[in-house]
């Protein structure tokens, strides 16, 4: 209990953010949802055949599994919360037309007849007679369907849009449970405190339901409004992938930026995904700014020709830097000291054991092979796929998040991971790297990418960042790595004092 309340302690203003990014998700979602199944349900009342067709599509669109649904959307929409909240409102669709349907089509014929003596308006009729009686269960939809993007919209943390999926995401990368319970708490409590309240709409009167909604949408709106007014009028968003390296290294540019350009705010967007989806986002002006690596630009972003397994580092971040030049007009800044190299690992015992100090040498004990690894890894040239192909293995890998990997090689669930070489689990769990002497890791050396157009108009940012030039080395970032994912020190933290203590950075104390 002693380290949860110091967990939460140390990251309230974070949680604060994340909960209010993902009440700003969850009920602009359930608004949507309301206005589209609301209305559509009404109407479905009088054509009950395609009543029966719209209940079938909507609940067809429930049983699309919510990874998949997004992947659906990120070609057509970007990434970030646009996704998620169109997401939402297609699982949030079901209930609450069912219900409202179910409510008015039930009501008892007799009122109904009694309306039409009276010489009641079809609309008159509605709002006096079908909606009143028929709210408490159009509330119970919509108290469902809360429940459920609440719940579902810890996923939108996968693609950027932040909220409390970003605690559990993190959690399970760093393997701090903490994270996870804050996370997951703080989204349980968040949903029965909404669905609470909402409860108390069911005996109440249709103009309160309606007054209740309206403050809301002003609510919203108005703190949003306020929220763009009150920022500068440009805001650079940086962007990191999953991990404490990632988001050691975007916390340093926010510090150095903000340091050298006071006319620009900077927004963090940490644990954002994968390579593609950062790439992507970068590409559709998502974010501005995200740090990759060399070798990576080569193997899985760019299109390059010739051989690159016997470029040296400088040459390969050369031709990484032509290459997204000429091919999507960005800029690759200069590349920092460490490089952060694809690994094949192994507990030292197991290695002692079989005498392992190569890839190669897995070929004779290939049979006994269970290795687990990330999904990128196992689909990458430069992972995987590269390594079967170069040294003749056949090594099937089943498919891990990075720190759960790391877990089963030391409950010795499996006995063959990848890694990063600056990973600091390498050292606390004792773990021998096997050498590439193919060369299928290509060099690896971090550096922000971003548009050639924000880097010609923003030279003091370009600046900033270059102060990392041939800076942190390769134990540097793994002592970083250390503070962060076994003695829980923030990535904020840790990345300021580094800057501080290799002057880049003036101490604010």
Do not use: C
Not at 178 to 187: F, R
Request: hydrophobic share 45%.
């Amino acid at each position: 209990m002693t380290t949860l309340w110091n967990t939460f302690l140390d990251q309230r203003t974070q949680l604060l953010q994340a909960l209010w990014e993902h009440l700003q998700i969850s009920l602009t979602a359930l608004l949507i949802a309301i206005v589209i199944a609301v209305p559509l349900a009404i109407w479905a009342t009088h054509h009950r055949n395609v009543a029966e067709f719209l209940l079938q599509v909507t609940s067809v669109l429930q049983t699309i599994p919510s990874l998949a649904l997004l992947g659906l959307l990120i070609p057509l929409v970007g990434i970030g919360s646009v996704p998620a909240i169109i997401a939402l409102v297609i699982y949030a669709l079901l209930p609450i037309f069912q219900n409202t349907y179910v409510g008015i089509d039930e009501i008892d014929p007799s009122l109904e007849e009694a309306a039409d003596a009276f010489g009641m308006s079809r609309m008159r009729k509605l709002f006096k007679v079908e909606i009143p009686i028929a709210l408490p269960v159009i509330i119970s939809g919509i108290r469902t369907a809360l429940v459920l993007i609440v719940g579902t919209a810890t996923l939108a943390a996968l693609i950027g849009a932040g909220g409390l999926g970003n605690f559990i995401l993190l959690g399970i990368d760093q393997n701090d449970t903490s994270l996870i319970v804050i996370g997951a708490v703080t989204s349980a409590l968040l949903a029965i405190i909404l669905s609470t309240l909402i409860k108390f709409l069911q005996t109440a009167r249709l103009r309160t339901v309606i007054a209740t909604v309206g403050v809301i949408v002003v609510g919203f709106v108005g703190v949003s409004g306020y929220q763009a007014v009150s920022q500068p009028k440009e805001n650079i968003v940086i962007a990191g992938k999953l991990g404490s390296e990632p988001n050691i290294l975007i916390h340093m540019y926010k510090d150095l930026i903000e340091q050298s350009d006071k006319s620009v705010t900077v927004t963090l967007k940490p644990n954002f995904g994968t390579t593609s989806f950062l790439f992507n986002a970068l590409k559709s002006k998502s974010i501005d700014i995200y740090p990759e690596f060399s070798g990576t630009v080569l193997e899985s972003l760019v299109e390059s020709s010739g051989n690159n397994s016997n470029l040296s580092a400088h040459e390969t971040y050369v031709k990484a830097r032509n290459d997204l030049k000429k091919q999507y007009n960005m800029t690759y800044l200069k590349p920092m000291k460490y490089q952060n190299t694809f690994a094949l690992v192994v507990r030292k015992s197991f290695a002692k054991k079989y005498n392992l100090k190569t890839i190669g040498d897995l070929k004779s004990i290939e049979s006994q092979i269970k290795a687990g690894m990330t999904l990128e890894f196992i689909n990458r040239t430069d992972g995987l796929k590269g390594i079967n192909k170069k040294y003749d293995l056949n090594i099937k890998a089943s498919s891990m998040q990075a720190s759960l990997r790391y877990e089963a090689l030391k409950r010795g669930n499996i006995n063959v991971g990848d890694a990063y070489s600056t990973d600091s689990q390498l050292k606390q769990l004792d773990l021998v790297m096997l050498k590439d002497n193919k060369h299928v890791f290509p060099p690896y050396q971090g550096a922000p990418v971003m548009s050639e157009k924000l880097a010609s108009s923003h030279p003091k940012i370009v600046a900033a960042l270059n102060k990392l030039a041939g800076k942190i080395s390769d134990e540097d970032m793994q002592k970083m790595n250390y503070e962060v994912n076994v003695k829980k020190e923030s990535a904020a933290k840790v990345a300021r004092q580094y800057l501080i203590s290799h002057g880049l950075l003036e101490d604010a104390k």
